[in-house]
């Protein structure tokens, strides 16, 4: 199923009932944010901010659901689109088979074909309206957080082409308001944008660049998924819509874009320009992006529809919409995962509190001895499982998405001494982690149920028994470098102990804690000891995954305490002794008197029962810094 532009997805949302209108004011700076923070954590409704001070309506939360995100695709569910993807793969794998079946795949090619972008010598939908002298002041841009540098367009489909070889790319890179006709394009080191713009630097030539805004759902996914380089995106587009994407020049470059699009920023980048500062902002991480030199986009004109439709979505501590956006690809790029790569996995999975770079499940057909890790070392440099922290391999018959059961089935098959492989590799530029930027340390474990050759040599493991818990709850209760601590993991039987400190009044306190399990009393009593700031809610598991997944270096944050036992240092890494070669950002949060303001408002929302604001649980992880933004 196709949509003509997000009004007609709006429409369908609203039959399905999964859309609130807003019609009262609220702000686009920081209000907006705020509100649909603790929707989307609620697992609430699509919002239309229906008055923003503008003349174009928001739309935020559009892909918040499985519901929602697999109508953005044109699908029921996301496993119908995975296993079509899974079907074409197959038509066209250049496996060596026999004449029949190579004949009897060719109609469906035919369809893939007619599927491909069009380009139409007319204008388009998107061109309605044209504003030759340019103002990004007409849109309504969101400030998401309080220490934002700015504005920020955060769904933008970036437009750009190669100088040499004329191939195209549809990216998703957020765009910095600077002042009315140029933003800030925040386009990484490892990205597409980034490797056409070095191109286009080596011509000595300006580099067309369009933004595209809404239109058909599909094309912001398509922006987002994780595609071989120089494949066009709305080749993609097409096949999920079942609809070719029909594309229209631009008025002041030669780029072509979605004719049905909502709004269109045209422009370019010279690359002979210095670059400019762009940041702080509140990413997907959790944290603060700080603020770097990109490159300066300078708008020549804005074209949209009629009807148009302002597109948005906000990121910070997780989950946020892009949990949806991310297992949609979860279920789309499995099958060509399996058939070009690695044809043993049967799933994998990226959970919420991992931000899809810190930490993959992998589940596999296991059937020779070494395969867990022959996957580990083979996908870990595949596209952007190159970014994965950490990464766990998996066999038999487990639930990758019930984290009990795949707690006890780690510790069951895991022998760390000989299971666990620490390497060095690219990290997404986001991380704040490492001592590096976007370079540092990933860890593999191979957690398959191992064959008789594996079983040479290894520990005898067994998941702890609950002798020794009181003791050592005393322990804990008459140590003063332990400031909280959890043991209900253990006592169901599942080896991890959760401990709070304060590196802030002793950088030796980690050091000291494992002093403390190499005691007597301690020692073997659990085979993980995770350890993290004493602001962190020991008893929020999802709280203490994303900070041990985002605060630690696989290489430099684990050691062994024993032959079974390991300890993960997941505390703020700015307080260790000799200080962090690397500014260390705070956590994103809403401001009180934000959070006061939307607390006032909650009643005349029309959205239904009040809602706490999520920043209530996260705001005391912050550490206050000159400007707030890093850590003192």
Known sequence: MSFLGLTEFIEALEKKNELVRIKQFIDPVLEITEITDRVTKSRGKALLFENTGTAFPILINAFGSDLRMSMAIGRSNLDDAGKEIENLFKNVSYDKETFLKKVSSLPALYKLAGLFPSRLKRKGRCQQQIHRIPDLGILPVLKCWPHDGGRFITLPMVHTMHPETGSTNVGMYRMQILNKNTTAMHWQRH?????????????????????????????????????????????????????????????????????????????????????????????????????????????????????????????????????????ATERLFLSPVRLTIQPEIEDFHMPDAGIAHNLVIVKINKSYPGQGMKVINSLSGAGQMMFTKYMIVVSGDIDIRDYKSLLLHVFENTDFTKDMSFTYGPLDVLDHSSDNFSFGGKAGVDATIKLPEENSGRSNISNSDNCGISSLKFNFLECDIIKSYNLDLLIANIPIIILSVDCSKDTDVIEKVKDLFRTKEAKGICRLILVVDYTVDVTDLFMVAWQILGNTDPRRDHEFISPLSVLIDGTIKAYRKGGFPRKWPNVVSSGLETISTVDQKWSSLGIGTFINSPSNRYIRLGRKGNDEILMD
């Open 191 to 327: 990205k597409t944008g980034a490797n056409h713009f070095e191109a286009w630097r080596r011509t000595g030539k300006k580099m067309p660049v369009s933004v595209a805004l809404g239109g058909d759902p599909v094309y912001t996914y398509a922006a987002t998924a994780p595609l071989p380089e120089n494949i066009n995106e709305y080749i993609l587009a097409g096949f999920l819509r079942g609809k070719k994407v029909n594309l229209v020049k631009c008025i002041t470059n030669d780029l072509f874009v979605p004719e049905d699009a909502d709004i269109i920023i045209e422009g370019f980048v010279d690359p002979s320009e210095g670059l400019v500062w762009e940041g702080p902002f509140g990413d997907h991480t959790g944290f603060y992006s700080l603020a770097d030199w990109y490159p300066e986009f300078h708008v020549t004109c804005i074209t949209h529809s009629n009807d148009a439709i302002y597109p948005a979505t906000i990121v910070g501590i997780p989950p946020q919409e892009d949990a949806w956006i991310a297992k």
